[in-house]
C-alpha cells in the first residue's frame, strides 16, 4: 500500500478539522472540568498515535472516518459526563428508560466502530485471508 502525503488527502485533512473543531467546542465550559482533562486523555493519546503511526502504518480513509466519529462521540461524552450528556437524556425520555443510557452508546461504538480498522491492521499484519477477517475481527 503507497503512502499518501497529509497535504494531499483533502479527506483526512477535513476530518482532522471536524475533530479539532469538536474539540475545541468540547473544551468551551464543560461540566466538571477536571473530569474532561482526565477523559480526554483516551482522545490525546490515540490522535498522538495516530499522527506518530502515520507513515509507518496508514489506515483507509473509511478507518480515519470511523476513528474520528468514535473520539467525537468520546468529546461529547467527556463535556457533559456521560451520564449527564443530552442525547442519552433525549433517548431516555424517549424510550422510557430508567437512566441515561449514553455510556453504552459509546462502549457499543467503540466495539462497532474500529472493527474496520482492526480489520486492517490484521491483513497487513498477519496475513489472514480476506474473507476470514470480516469474521476475526468482530470477535
Known amino acids: 500500500m503507497s503512502i499518501e502525503p497529509f497535504r494531499s488527502n483533502r479527506v483526512l485533512q477535513a476530518l482532522v478539522l471536524w475533530l479539532i473543531a469538536v474539540w475545541i467546542i468540547t473544551a468551551i465550559k464543560p461540566l466538571y472540568p477536571r473530569d474532561w482533562l482526565l477523559e480526554n486523555l483516551l482522545v490525546f493519546i490515540w490522535s498522538a498515535l495516530l499522527v506518530f503511526t502515520y507513515r509507518r502504518f496508514q489506515f483507509s480513509n473509511l478507518a480515519y472516518g470511523l476513528f474520528v466519529v468514535f473520539l467525537s462521540l468520546h468529546l461529547a461524552g467527556a463535556h457533559y459526563t456521560y451520564s449527564e450528556t443530552p442525547f442519552g437524556f433525549w433517548l431516555q425520555d424517549w424510550f422510557g428508560l430508567e437512566r441515561n443510557h449514553y455510556d453504552r452508546i459509546v462502549h457499543f461504538a467503540f466495539g462497532l466502530?474500529?472493527?474496520?480498522?482492526?480489520?486492517?491492521i490484521m491483513l497487513r499484519t498477519s496475513g489472514l485471508k480476506?474473507?476470514?477477517s470480516y469474521f476475526i475481527s468482530l470477535n
Do not use: D, G, I, V
Open 130 to 132: 480476506p474473507s476470514w
Open 113 to 120: 466502530l474500529l472493527a474496520y480498522p482492526m480489520r486492517e
